[in-house]
């Protein structure tokens, strides 16, 4: 039988309306709309990419955008005078720097100058930390480890007491991800470069997470049967019958593992839009704890 296809564009589109309607109600009530603030340092063509759909998603539910960039030459100094002015501006209720930064800049230290309360992509080191520690809940979770736990939840997987693999063990993804499924009380497997018989352990996964950035990686022969499968992966591979000259696979071969699977997000149209999604609802939650109303 073929797996269940788990639709993320269809579950976050659900998603932006309940942040349109919550949205919209706060503003009925005379409350300010919530707002987000990105900060692009820099030229890549990727980062402005992204940055116009998230203002485009933020429109559309009526969040108030605002833009800032500054040139890749930008001092240290500068780029975390711009963030303490957004922490300090009060229509600001989230704060995006688009990552990654160009050379020479500290990262670490941009992101730390984000006020804990206006970390809505969750990076902040408090915010990871609480993360990681057990009894302890982050403000913010970031946003697209965020949106492959609902997606494992909208998919009906049963975390409690499971074997999960993460392949992958980046700062964004994997590692926030292997957090949050041992808060689920999985039993987690992180999979890297130096990782033994990687198919051996994906054989034994319950839920498998894929974010290791190599396409179909991961083949159907890999997959237990009945397994949850969520592929982070996005990338593209030459295609000739296609206009464009290439399409977008994820890290799991996709045709043979739905064969296998219980459940499976498609590359496009999986985790991709949860993340916009799930900004969107931090955003929000942010609004709602400046008004002293801590409610997600």
């Not at 600001?92 to 990262?107: F, S």
Request: proline share 6%.
């Amino acid at each position: 039988m073929r797996a269940n296809l788990i639709d993320g564009k269809a579950i976050a589109e659900s998603l932006r309306e309940e942040v349109k309607k919550s949205v919209d109600e706060r503003v009925a009530k005379g409350l300010p709309a919530p707002g987000l603030a990105t900060v692009i340092i820099g030229d890549n063509p990727a980062s402005k990419v992204y940055v116009r759909m998230k203002h485009k998603a933020c429109q559309e539910v009526g969040i108030l955008s605002i833009g800032h960039e500054l040139p890749a030459d930008t001092p240290q100094e500068e780029a975390e005078a711009l963030v303490k002015k957004l922490n300090d501006d009060p229509k600001v209720n989230g704060i995006l720097v688009q990552l990654p930064l160009p050379a020479g800049l500290d990262e670490e230290r941009v992101l730390n100058t984000i006020s804990l309360q206006k970390d809505v992509d969750g990076f902040h080191p408090v915010n990871i930390g609480r993360l990681a520690q057990k009894g302890r809940e982050p403000l913010f979770i970031p946003c697209t480890p965020a949106g492959v736990m609902y997606l494992l939840e909208q998919g009906g997987a049963e975390l409690q007491g499971a074997n999960a693999v993460v392949l992958g063990r980046s700062n964004i993804v994997g590692m926030p991800v292997s957090l949050l499924l041992v808060s689920a009380n999985a039993t987690v497997t992180i999979c890297h470069s130096r990782t033994k018989d990687i198919p051996g352990l994906i054989r034994q996964a319950d839920v498998l997470v894929a974010a290791v950035g190599i396409p179909e990686y991961v083949r159907g022969d890999w997959i237990k049967p009945g397994a949850t499968v969520i592929d982070v992966g996005v990338n593209r591979i030459e295609d000739e019958t296609r206009k464009s000259g290439y399409r977008l696979v994820g890290d799991v071969n996709f045709d043979e593992a739905a064969e296998v699977a219980g459940a499976i997000t498609p590359v496009p149209g999986g985790v991709g839009p949860m993340t916009i999604a799930m900004l969107l609802r931090n955003t929000l939650r942010a609004a709602r704890l400046a008004d002293g109303n801590d409610v997600a």
